[in-house]
């Protein structure tokens, strides 16, 4: 089935520890992105990328890690996990990112204990 | 620094009434709008995008507007059912479009 694919589904680290949520569209989209949702927020953009081997940062970037290979792929790296990463993150994807609405993927629920 | 807010934050009808959710944002400078609508545990679905240029866009029972010099947006729902409950957001993309801001979201509960 053609969409966006996240792994895993839920995780729990503890502070201090490393990982990588994983990204995945079959798309052939040019724009992906990252977001984190927190209870009573709306969505934050945490990274995002306009096509292979270009990335920028979005709103609350500290903390985050990303990179573009491949069309495919985009994962997202937490270098040293706090509590305050706790949080639903989302990947989301797109022809150009501007021009046509998003495809978003069903998320990972990430606890940092 | 853009900022965008939805009200209300909850909403209950019943079955069958039109009704309109509202988007706000602080600055006009924006390259588009979009809606999504989010059921409880998953992930965002894309309803609606209008460009900077537009002033609506339409899908089956759903019409949003744009109104950027004044900065909002509505999004009309047409003969609500039980299905249409979920969270609405709105969101504008700023940066050339790439970078976008969400609202809160409206939590839409449509009566049987």
């Known amino acids: 089935n053609a969409g966006v694919t996240q792994t895993p589904k839920f995780q729990v680290l503890k502070t201090g520890q490393s990982m990588t949520l994983q990204c995945a569209q079959d798309?052939?989209?040019?724009?992906m992105s990252w977001y984190r949702q927190d209870p009573g927020m709306g969505l934050r953009l945490i990274h995002y990328?306009?096509?292979?081997?270009?990335?920028d940062q979005g709103e609350v970037p500290n903390g985050y890690n990303v990179s573009r290979s491949t069309t495919e792929d985009f994962p997202l790296r937490l270098l040293s996990a706090a509590p305050s990463q706790t949080s639903v993150y989302f990947c989301?994807?797109?022809?150009?990112?501007?021009?046509?609405?998003?495809?978003f993927g069903s998320g990972t629920r990430l606890t940092v204990v | 620094k853009q900022e965008v807010t939805q009200i209300p934050a909850a909403l209950s009808v019943p079955e069958g009434e039109n009704l309109v959710l509202n988007c706000s944002f602080t600055?006009?400078?924006?390259?588009?709008l979009q809606w999504f609508r989010q059921d409880p545990g998953k992930g965002l679905t894309s309803l609606l995008l209008?460009?900077?240029?537009?002033r609506e866009q339409t899908s089956g029972r759903l019409n949003a507007s744009l109104d950027k010099s004044s900065g909002r947006s509505t999004l009309y729902i047409a003969a609500s059912q039980p299905g249409d409950s979920a969270t609405y957001l709105c969101?504008?993309?700023?940066?050339?479009?790439?970078?976008?801001?969400f609202g809160a979201g409206t939590r839409l509960f449509v009566k049987a």
């Open positions: 969101a504008v993309g700023e940066g050339g479009g790439f970078k976008t801001i």
């Open positions: 600055d006009s400078a924006i390259y588009n």
């Open positions: 798309m052939n989209h040019e724009y």
């Open positions: 209008i460009q900077s240029s537009q």
């Open positions: 990328s306009v096509g292979a081997g270009i990335t």
């Open positions: 989301a994807s797109s022809y150009s990112g501007r021009d046509y609405g998003y495809t």
